[in-house]
């Protein structure tokens, strides 16, 4: 087991024959990214049995890109197992962002995404998650107190292990990180999100919408088959009730497929609900594995520009990192790719 894996009660469970502050003590520098070999007020033995019982390295370096343009930093990690993840950190005003992974791989199919491309490999642990985290706030030597689930992978459909990770971020004495300084973004897997709404946790939800009607969105997102736009967004009504917290909604224009005015049109429609909802317009990123094109500059402008006018928030996502392949997936795709000797 990844000891990051645990909360502060799992490692108290285990440590119940030491003194009872132990766990708590372990528990901070484990999440303040203290290797365990440097916990110096823990006794040898100790840390001894617990870097025999566990596996206590965080997440190695495999590929660090760092872009010219604007400072965005990629990193390809490696697990345990093997595995290769990415995760972006950005610098914005307000500090570091990470762009996280919850999935290796994905398997919700979405048709302009690289991470779905060979499916979905395994689920993340907890403590995989945070280690990316801490891993990167360890390399660049800043703290980073903003987290967005945007990485590869979809955190709904790996959610106990999401919730875990959840936990020891928002934890006083875990990360400490502001429940309004993350973001869960997700494809709208509505039991998921009624289930994190009972939660209460009041992170910030995110949903990738791409479409405002079922028959376009099921065209290209096929979970969008199990449900209807009109009940994904009833259901963020819900959540921002409950929560309090502002809905984006993303949505990458791809040309001459979602971006035409009558799209924006019916997207003005279906968001017009009594609760703060907000467009993130993204002009959509090629991958090398299908033909779609990004949405002419006028175009965007244009989507934006009908959304305003109907009462609806709209920003247009500002790209960064364009330089270093930092958008969904296209790194840990072009790495495996050329290990295994295909690349193009
Ligand atoms: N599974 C989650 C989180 C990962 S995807 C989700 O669907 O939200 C993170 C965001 O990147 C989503 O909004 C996704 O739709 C978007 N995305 C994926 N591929 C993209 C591409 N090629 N261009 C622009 N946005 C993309």
Redesign the pocket.
């Known amino acids: 087991m990844n000891i990051y894996d645990h909360t502060l009660s799992g490692l108290a469970g285990v440590l119940k024959d030491e003194p009872a502050f132990r766990a708590k003590q372990i528990y901070k520098w484990l999440f303040a990214g203290t290797a365990v070999e440097e916990m110096t007020n823990i006794p040898k033995a100790l840390r001894e049995k617990l870097k025999a019982n566990y596996y206590t390295d965080l997440p190695r370096i495999y590929t660090k890109l760092v872009s010219k343009i604007d400072g965005t930093v990629k990193y390809l990690f490696l697990m345990e197992d093997g595995a290769g993840i990415e995760s972006v950190v950005m610098p914005y005003k307000h500090g570091l962002t990470i762009c996280v992974s ?1 999935q290796v791989g ?1 398997r ?1 199919g ?1 048709s ?4 779905t491309v060979d499916g979905l490999l395994r689920n993340l642990t907890a403590g995989e998650i945070a280690g990316q985290v801490l891993a990167a706030q360890k390399d660049l030597g800043k703290p980073i107190r903003h987290i967005v ?7 709904l ?1 790996n959610f106990d292990n999401v919730m875990t990770f959840l936990e020891n971020a928002m934890h006083e004495e875990g990360m400490g990180i502001s429940a309004r300084h993350i973001t869960l ?4 897997l509505i039991d998921g999100i009624r289930r994190l709404e009972e939660k209460h946790l009041k992170i910030n939800l ?3 919408l ?1 479409a405002p009607t079922d028959a376009l969105r099921r065209r290209i997102m096929p979970v969008a088959k199990s449900t209807t736009v009109e009940a994904l967004t009833e259901s963020c009504v819900d959540y921002f009730r409950s929560s309090g917290r502002r809905i984006t909604f ?1 949505y ?1 224009l791809i040309r001459d497929v979602n971006d035409r005015k009558e799209h924006a049109m019916l997207l003005a429609k279906l968001l017009k609900k009594d609760a703060e909802f907000h467009v993130n317009l ?6 090398r594995e ?1 033909a ?1 094109q990004k949405s002419e500059r006028h175009a965007v402008a244009e989507f934006a520009e009908i959304l305003k006018k109907a009462g609806i928030e709209a920003t247009v996502r500002r790209k960064m990192g364009a330089d270093i392949n930092a ?3 296209q790194l840990r795709k072009t790495v495996l790719d050329e290990t295994k000797g295909n690349s193009k």
């Open positions: 919850t994905c919700m979405c302009f995404c690289a991470s689930m945007m990485g590869s992978g979809e955190p459909d973004s997700t494809c709208g995110a949903i990738s791409h993303e990458a993204i002009p959509v990123n090629s991958i299908k779609y958008a969904c997936g």
